[in-house]
């Protein structure tokens, strides 16, 4: 008879294999799409006169990590049009 231990460490180890099975897929996949560019859109702040403006950019994709609903969140950077500052920020795929 199985124990309820032998249970509970089938499984956690199950699910510790899942978890990183889907981290290495996820870093492996993302490889072919880092250095490419996506277009996003942001609600920026004009510094100058203090307005927002909704804003289409293109964003250099860096990585990527799972979201909270199983979705793919893009690690991304692009330059702020208003500040030319390299932002980094990440949207969903």
Do not use: C
């Not at 492996?28 to 859109?41: A, C, E, F, P, Y």
């Not at 609600?43 to 609903?69: C, M, Q, S």
Request: glycine fraction near 8%.
């Amino acid at each position: 008879m199985i124990t309820d231990t032998e249970i509970d460490t089938f499984v956690s180890t199950t699910l510790d294999l899942l978890t990183k099975f889907r981290q290495d897929l996820l870093e492996t996949q993302v490889g072919l799409l880092v250095g490419k560019t996506i277009k996003i859109t942001r609600n920026l702040k004009d510094p100058a006169t203090g307005e927002y403006h909704e804003v289409v950019l293109d964003a250099v994709i860096n990585g990527a990590r799972w979201g909270f609903d199983d979705d793919i969140e893009f690690k991304v950077i692009y330059t702020h049009p208003f500040t030319g500052k390299k932002v980094e920020t990440e949207q969903g795929a």
